[in-house]
């Protein structure tokens, strides 16, 4: 079966532009999140998605960040504007029960 | 507060030796405990995973890891690394609600492996 679909895989953007990632989980699966993952730490959950409604957005910094799950499906997240700090490996997962998915993840660099 | 603790950031071992990788988590229920493996450039592979039942749990590529509630511990080992094994390892915890789970990675341990 085909796995997590995300793009690009790569980004390089200067502070205060925007920037989208796009995230295509694995059919049939439910849930679906986006996490960051800042060089030398493990991931850290951003936002969870359970269908199209949202289940978990609570470390997901409002003022910048948004994600939309349309349909249920795809998803995309956005930042606006980018700081610095926001370089990192963003990651998309989606798992049917427990245990998630990843896919290969976008890597964002602002300058 | 959940919390996963990997105490070793960078090991290297020679290859065809053992490995053990350290885990130490924080959760107040029965923790469900994942070991994920990420290659440069690449997203994250499930290497096992421990939901209930028997505390040895074996993986993928020769991986197995013991669950120890007593030490609050989910190490992870390997009889005989391989080149093909150096790459970077994530302990992980699930926090369970509604339908899925909220992963609780530790900072990771990154593995070389000497020739």
């Known amino acids: 079966e085909a796995g997590v679909a995300q793009s690009p895989r790569y980004k390089i953007i200067e502070k205060r532009q925007s920037v989208a990632f796009w995230c295509n989980p694995i059919?049939?699966?439910?849930?679906l999140y986006w996490y960051q993952q800042i060089l030398g730490q493990g991931p850290k959950l951003l936002i969870q998605?359970?269908?199209?409604?949202?289940?978990?957005d609570s470390q997901l910094p409002k003022d910048r960040f948004s994600a939309e799950r349309l349909k249920g499906v795809d998803s995309t997240l956005k930042i606006q504007p980018a700081k610095l700090e926001d370089s990192a490996v963003y990651l998309c997962?989606?798992?049917?029960?427990?245990?998630?998915?990843f896919g290969p993840g976008t890597r964002l660099t602002v300058t | 507060a959940q919390s996963v603790t990997q105490p070793d950031i960078h090991i290297t071992v020679s290859e065809g030796a053992s490995l053990e990788l350290r885990c130490n988590y924080s959760?107040?229920?029965?923790?469900?405990l994942f070991w994920y493996v990420q290659s440069p450039g690449q997203g994250l592979q499930l290497l096992l995973k421990?939901?209930?039942?028997?505390?040895l749990v074996q993986g993928i590529k020769g991986f197995e890891a013991e669950f120890k509630r007593s030490q609050s511990s989910f190490n992870l080992r390997k009889p005989s690394v391989h080149w093909s094994d150096a790459a970077e390892y994530f302990c992980?915890?699930?926090?369970?609600?509604?339908?899925?789970?909220?992963?609780?990675f530790g900072q990771g341990t990154e593995l070389s492996v000497k020739p």
């Open positions: 997962a989606s798992s049917f029960d427990y245990e998630q998915y």
């Open positions: 059919s049939g699966h439910a849930t």
């Open positions: 998605f359970q269908n199209n409604g949202v289940v978990d």
């Open positions: 959760y107040g229920a029965t923790p469900y």
């Open positions: 421990y939901f209930s039942g028997d505390t």
């Open positions: 992980a915890v699930a926090f369970i609600y509604n339908q899925g789970g909220k992963l609780i």
